[in-house]
């Protein structure tokens, strides 16, 4: 289906309950970029007599319909002629409904994506209280002939539309329709009020099911169009959808950039344990290869010791001991380095690589110990930790475009302290207790490599 071909739709009815009251006319333009290419017009016999309260609102009688089509002789038609394009209606789910309603009767499923013009008229003028048709058309200045006549009605939405295009700027205009086209498929549970204060800057969001159900925490830098994108791709994607099915709260904290986002969700992860985070969700245990100074192997230690100084020098983050070995054995492999020096191989004298070639030697004295410590730290470089570099705590000052505030991010050997909106306050964070989680690592890690080029500024404490 184009995103450029739209239908702008009304239909006149004999009342107000789509599954009981009928159609008696139905009038559809149908614009692609931009221009009017055809038009649909019917009265409609409604197989019933037309309430007297309609017939003086819509100037819609008896007589005149009673040559008119039923709707089962123009249905094939009509959906044929309707199915290229998005529906744009005002109080578009009340032209919607009686059109399903419709098709229904005669066995036809009829389904369309919708454009409501009253929901983007609440939205392109919130301070308004009235956005009714009649009132829009005063507003704006628009004429129309005879209101509630579908014809005239469909001819006042699209100069309507077209007002909007001009009053609003292009990308503003595509904002409100994305809005739209998003609000549209919000979840069933979930008020669309909830969301409407959602900000275009960073931060992180929650959604909430039954019960207040942690359900799911994530991050971005536009925390509106993400949260947003949820419910767009729902139709497309299963945890979406499941997604979209359980949700019926939203909460959301704005942080002063992506690194505050990546380090909250990180923390609300693992103490909210939302049942569809299944990425960040443990609290990973780590390994990682400690050589120290004098040593001629590396040892196994528990990650955990990044959390405190350390002299020597870290290769790697391993989940286990088995994955650090493989690491530490397939580079020795590469480099013909000694499995036994290494420490991967128990015994003493020759090793069994070095038998069959595989080894230079330092083992048997064909190489010194010095030389293959030596080129296994080398070798080994690419994997190396990085080791804190302060003294003690650092601020990372941050602050982004998007964000309303800044915010001092406190840090002690890659475990993260807290965040304060100021500096003195995140002094006295400096003193708390530090425990080491992998994920706050390696984004602290990637972030503190270069700070500028992520607008931070360290501050040693
Ligand atoms: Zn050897």
């Given at each position: 289906m184009s995103e450029t071909t739209l239908i702008f739709a009304d239909v006149e009815t004999t009342g107000t309950r789509a599954t009981r009251d009928r159609i008696t006319e139905i009038v559809a333009i149908k614009v692609i970029d931009g221009q009017v290419?055809?038009?649909?017009?019917?009265?409609?016999?409604?197989?019933?007599?037309?309430?007297?309260?309609?017939?003086?609102?819509?100037?819609?009688?008896?007589?005149?319909?009673?040559?008119?089509?039923?709707?089962?002789?123009?249905?094939?038609s009509l959906r044929e002629w309707l199915s290229d394009g998005q529906l744009v209606a005002h109080n578009a789910r009340f032209d919607y409904s009686f059109l399903r309603n419709e098709f229904k009767r005669v066995g036809q499923d009829y389904r369309a994506s919708l454009i409501c013009t009253l929901r983007l008229s609440r939205r392109i003028a919130p301070q308004e209280r009235q956005h009714n048709l009649?009132?829009?058309?005063?507003?704006?200045?628009?004429?129309?002939?005879?209101?509630?006549?579908?014809?005239?009605?469909?001819?006042?939405?699209?100069?309507?539309?077209?007002?909007?295009?001009?009053?609003?700027?292009?990308?503003?205009?595509?904002?409100?329709?994305?809005?739209?086209?998003?609000?549209?498929?919000?979840?069933?549970?979930?008020?669309?009020?909830?969301?409407?204060?959602?900000?275009?800057?960073?931060?992180?969001?929650?959604?909430?099911?039954?019960?207040?159900?942690?359900?799911?925490?994530?991050?971005?830098?536009?925390?509106?169009?993400?949260?947003?994108?949820?419910?767009?791709?729902?139709?497309?994607?299963?945890?979406?959808?499941?997604?979209?099915?359980?949700?019926?709260?939203?909460?959301?904290?704005?942080?002063?950039?992506?690194?505050?986002?990546?380090?909250?969700?990180?923390?609300?992860?693992?103490?909210?344990?939302?049942?569809?985070?299944?990425?960040?969700?443990?609290?990973?245990?780590?390994?990682?290869?400690?050589?120290?100074?004098?040593?001629?192997?590396?040892?196994?230690?528990?990650?955990?010791?990044l959390s405190q100084p350390i002299g020597g020098t870290l290769y790697g983050l391993f989940h286990n001991a088995r994955e650090a070995k493989n690491a530490l054995r397939s580079i020795a492999e590469e480099q013909q380095l000694c499995p036994r020096v290494l420490g991967l191989e128990k015994g003493k004298g020759r090793c069994f690589a070095n038998q069959v070639g595989k080894c230079r030697g330092a083992c048997n004295g064909q190489e010194t110990i010095a030389e293959h410590t030596q080129r296994a730290q080398a070798a080994l470089k690419?994997?190396?930790?990085?080791?804190?570099?302060?003294?003690?705590?650092?601020?990372?000052?941050?602050?982004?475009?998007?964000?309303?505030?800044?915010?001092?991010?406190?840090?002690?050997?890659?475990?993260?302290?807290?965040?304060?909106?100021?500096?003195?306050?995140?002094?006295?964070?400096?003193?708390?207790?530090?425990?080491?989680?992998v994920d706050s690592y390696r984004i602290l890690n990637r972030f503190l490599r270069y700070p500028e080029q992520h607008g931070l500024t360290v501050t040693t404490l």
């Open positions: 290419v055809d038009r649909w017009s019917s009265l409609i016999y409604p197989e019933c007599k037309v309430p007297a309260q309609i017939t003086q609102l819509t100037g819609i009688h008896d007589d005149m319909l009673s040559d008119a089509p039923r709707f089962a002789q123009i249905a094939e009649k009132a829009l058309l005063n507003r704006y200045g628009i004429s129309a002939v005879r209101h509630h006549r579908a014809g005239d009605d469909v001819d006042a939405l699209w100069s309507l539309w077209q007002t909007w295009q001009i009053e609003q700027s292009g990308e503003a205009w595509q904002s409100l329709l994305g809005d739209e086209r998003r609000y549209r498929t919000l979840p069933a549970h979930l008020d669309s009020a909830q969301l409407e204060g959602l900000p275009n800057g960073p931060g992180v969001y929650l959604f909430y099911g039954h019960n207040r159900l942690p359900l799911y925490v994530g991050k971005s830098i536009n925390l509106r169009s993400r949260v947003l994108g949820h419910f767009q791709r729902d139709h497309e994607d299963d945890k979406e959808m499941r997604l979209a099915q359980q949700v019926q709260h939203v909460e959301w904290e704005e942080t002063a950039g992506d690194l505050g986002a990546q380090l909250r969700e990180a923390q609300l992860v693992k103490t909210l344990m939302p049942i569809m985070n299944r990425q960040l969700r443990k609290q990973r245990k780590l390994t990682t290869w400690h050589w120290e100074e004098a040593a001629d192997h590396p040892e196994l230690l528990n990650g955990s010791a690419q994997l190396q930790v990085n080791v804190w570099p302060w003294p003690g705590s650092i601020a990372i000052e941050e602050r982004s475009a998007g964000a309303t505030a800044p915010a001092w991010h406190v840090v002690r050997q890659w475990c993260y302290l807290g965040s304060s909106s100021s500096f003195n306050k995140a002094q006295t964070l400096a003193e708390s207790p530090a425990s080491f989680d």
